[in-house]
């Protein structure tokens, strides 16, 4: 019972959120730090529609916000909006129906509209400018170094069509709005009626986004900027994220993709502002796909190929942005969205209902019941619930032929047999006394957080190239990966993207390598906080104060401050200086002297 009672809040701290899990946090943090030097474009971050898990739930009002707010502060990424041209009124919304002028005179009032045969709540005043004013308070709460990051935003163009409506009268005078093209001729009681709608929106696609002010990176950032950060074989035009956020202080960027909106005489026109403020899809080479195209299933035969470096060097310098949208005909289960990841696409989940807790209804708890199924899957780099260092070292072992599974929730049993191949001498020696769990494995899931004690062979990659990799000959604790165990021109190290943790894993699998390999990161000296750079690098944001830190700094001025206590006790108690004691019997003696010699009689005149 008190386990499932701690396992219980995987990714949330409070079931109305709004702060990640101590465990999110950390493996949210040390996949961020890792990937510092790896430029934007090929960042791939956990993505959500906001009108499908957000809008459509609760409706298209500033009331919805708080969600939104939420959503970014568990630390989801990149934020898909669906943005309609409303070919009646010229302007841009958010509501994906016309809103009819007489609907209400109140612009903040909530009402029912219908349109395609589906209804929604929208509020008139409800606009794109309010989305950006969220993110940029969330952005402004944001910007510390420890928390910072980056958000992408998706721009979905669609169309409201302005399509003929037809009314049809009978003879008591109702009428029906059919919201469908009109028929080629009007039978009988039949007329063309053009309804009235409300000018609600932007005439402006990139106007509000001045709401952004400087965090925004736009095209023509990327026109006039000069980076300061080069990563060797990426050799990419975007900034490396430790130069996007902390060189140029930018935290975000616009992009857009326009597959369902429509070129008719009535199409809004991209203006020069609207290119200058805004990264399209195709004019700007960013890869989209979805997941009707079989690009799992062409990921998971890439896992299995032959290994060729070349392949994943190609990779980074012809696509970008790369991004895998899911529907309702195909929607991304937690593992699916998870291999996409690792694949290095981004996911973006784009379906109307996805299962939740058991649960088939949508309610207003929805997108939190959502995100809680994902966001312990939601890493490129870690496996599912991952970083834990909660569990036994006996069961740290947890391999199976197929897959190295992350441990069950019934770990605990000492009769459960995790391992059906036990220790190998030439891949693994597992520590039976010494227990420290906090040294990071690559397994077939992911990263995972082992007993620095087992030995395993190190993941070594070339000092060169980061997409080649190669293993040591011989098995090591992590406390011994800082002597020179890899082979000439290869060090011990971790993946810094998505594409080079592909790469590692397609290396692994080509040489049946079931069993872990670590990796270079840790968090030994501040528990919580995983770094690279061996078992003695230090955490960026805390200092390490252990006893021998402690004793060595204090020890100097504990033994001077001893010292001079041992001299005033020894001259208070025990020293007689002469000065001192015959000065009172001096003084008096030459006052008697002077009176004797100057000595009156009498009252002086």
Same mark, same amino acid.
């Given at each position: 019972m008190w386990l499932w009672i701690f396992l219980l809040p995987v990714c949330l701290a409070e079931a109305n959120w709004p702060r990640l899990s101590t465990r999110s946090s950390q493996a949210y943090r040390a996949e961020r730090d890792i990937a510092l030097d790896i430029p934007i474009d090929q960042q791939t971050p956990f993505g959500i529609s906001a009108n499908r898990l957000i809008f459509d739930v609760?409706?298209?009002?500033?009331?919805?916000? $708080?969600?939104?707010?939420?959503?970014?502060?568990?630390?989801?990424?990149?934020?898909?909006?669906?943005?309609?041209?409303?070919?009646?009124? #010229?302007?841009?919304?958010?509501?994906?129906?016309?809103?009819?002028?007489? $609907?209400?005179? *109140?612009?903040?009032?909530?009402?029912?509209? &219908?349109?395609?045969?589906?209804?929604?709540?929208?509020?008139?005043?409800?606009?794109?400018?309010?989305?950006?004013?969220? =993110?940029?308070?969330?952005?402004?709460?944001?910007?510390?170094?420890?928390?910072? *990051?980056?958000?992408?935003?998706?721009?979905?163009?669609? &169309?409201?069509?302005?399509?003929?409506?037809?009314?049809?009268?009978?003879?008591?005078?109702?009428?029906?709005? $059919?919201?469908?093209?009109?028929?080629? @001729?009007?039978?009988?009681?039949?007329?063309?009626?053009?309804?009235?709608?409300?000018?609600?929106?932007?005439?402006?696609? @990139?106007?509000?986004?001045?709401? =952004?002010?400087?965090? =925004?990176?736009?095209?023509?950032?990327?026109?006039? &900027?000069?980076?300061?950060?080069?990563?060797?074989?990426?050799? @990419?035009?975007?900034?490396?994220?430790?130069?996007?956020?902390?060189?140029?202080?930018?935290?975000?960027?616009?992009?857009?993709?326009?597959?369902?909106?429509?070129?008719? %005489?009535?199409?809004?026109? =991209?203006?020069?502002?609207?290119?200058?403020?805004?990264?399209?899809?195709?004019? %700007?080479?960013?890869?989209?796909?979805?997941?009707?195209?079989?690009?799992?299933?062409?990921?998971?035969?890439?896992?299995?190929?032959?290994?060729?470096?070349?392949?994943?060097?190609?990779?980074? #310098?012809?696509?970008?942005?790369?991004?895998?949208?899911? &529907?309702?005909?195909?929607?991304?289960?937690?593992?699916?969205?998870?291999?996409?990841?690792?694949?290095?696409?981004?996911?973006?989940?784009?379906? @109307?209902w996805y299962p939740a807790d058991n649960k088939s209804n949508i309610s207003d708890d929805y997108t939190g019941r959502i995100l809680n199924r994902y966001i312990p899957y939601s890493y490129w780099s870690w496996g599912s619930n991952e970083p834990n260092a909660s569990f036994v070292n006996k069961t740290r072992i947890a391999l199976d032929q197929d897959d190295l599974r992350t441990r069950d929730e019934d770990d605990d049993d000492d009769n459960d047999v995790d391992n059906p191949f036990g220790d190998d001498p030439d891949w693994q020696e597992t520590a039976e006394s010494q227990v420290a769990e906090k040294c990071v494995a690559m397994k077939q899931g992911g990263w995972a957080v082992e007993n620095c004690y087992n030995k395993y062979r190190l993941a070594c990659k070339n000092t060169r190239n980061p997409f080649e990799w190669q293993l040591s000959e011989e098995i090591a604790s992590y406390f011994s990966t800082n002597q020179q165990v890899c082979p000439k021109n290869f060090k011990f190290g971790i993946p810094h993207s998505s594409t080079e943790q592909l790469a590692l894993r397609n290396f692994l699998n080509a040489s049946q390598v079931i069993y872990p390999v670590w990796i270079d990161l840790n968090d030994i000296t501040i528990s919580g906080c995983f770094v690279d750079g061996g078992p003695y690098a230090e955490c960026p944001y805390k200092r390490a104060v252990t006893t021998s830190n402690l004793i060595r700094s204090i020890a100097p001025s504990a033994v001077v401050a001893v010292v001079i206590l041992l001299l005033i006790f020894y001259e208070r108690f025990f020293l007689s200086t002469p000065i001192h004691s015959n000065r009172r019997r001096h003084w008096k003696r030459v006052i008697n002297q002077y009176y004797k010699k100057n000595d009156y009689e009498g009252v002086p005149s």
């Open positions: 609760e409706g298209y009002t500033a009331d919805s916000l $708080a969600t939104l707010s939420n959503v970014l502060y568990v630390g989801i990424n990149a934020i898909m909006l669906d943005m309609y041209w409303n070919e009646y009124t #010229h302007r841009w919304q958010l509501c994906p129906a016309p809103i009819p002028e007489d $609907a209400t005179a *109140n612009s903040s009032e909530t009402v029912k509209v &219908s349109w395609q045969d589906k209804t929604y709540r929208c509020q008139p005043s409800f606009a794109d400018s309010d989305v950006y004013a969220t =993110l940029r308070d969330y952005i402004k709460s944001s910007n510390i170094n420890s928390e910072a *990051n980056v958000v992408q935003l998706i721009l979905n163009l669609r &169309s409201i069509r302005n399509d003929t409506v037809v009314v049809r009268t009978n003879t008591t005078g109702n009428r029906t709005v $059919a919201t469908r093209p009109a028929p080629t @001729s009007l039978q009988t009681g039949m007329v063309v009626y053009q309804p009235k709608y409300m000018e609600v929106g932007n005439t402006s696609l @990139s106007g509000p986004i001045s709401t =952004l002010n400087s965090y =925004l990176y736009s095209p023509r950032d990327l026109n006039t &900027s000069v980076q300061i950060n080069v990563t060797s074989n990426y050799d @990419s035009e975007f900034p490396t994220m430790q130069d996007f956020m902390f060189n140029m202080y930018k935290r975000t960027l616009i992009s857009a993709i326009n597959t369902d909106f429509r070129n008719t %005489s009535r199409t809004y026109n =991209l203006s020069s502002a609207d290119r200058d403020s805004i990264f399209f899809y195709e004019d %700007s080479g960013f890869t989209l796909n979805d997941t009707s195209e079989f690009v799992l299933e062409s990921c998971r035969k890439r896992l299995t190929d032959v290994f060729d470096s070349n392949y994943y060097s190609q990779r980074v #310098h012809t696509t970008k942005f790369r991004t895998l949208i899911d &529907s309702n005909e195909a929607p991304l289960s937690r593992d699916d969205a998870h291999n996409a990841l690792q694949c290095g696409y981004m996911p973006v989940l784009n379906a @109307s």
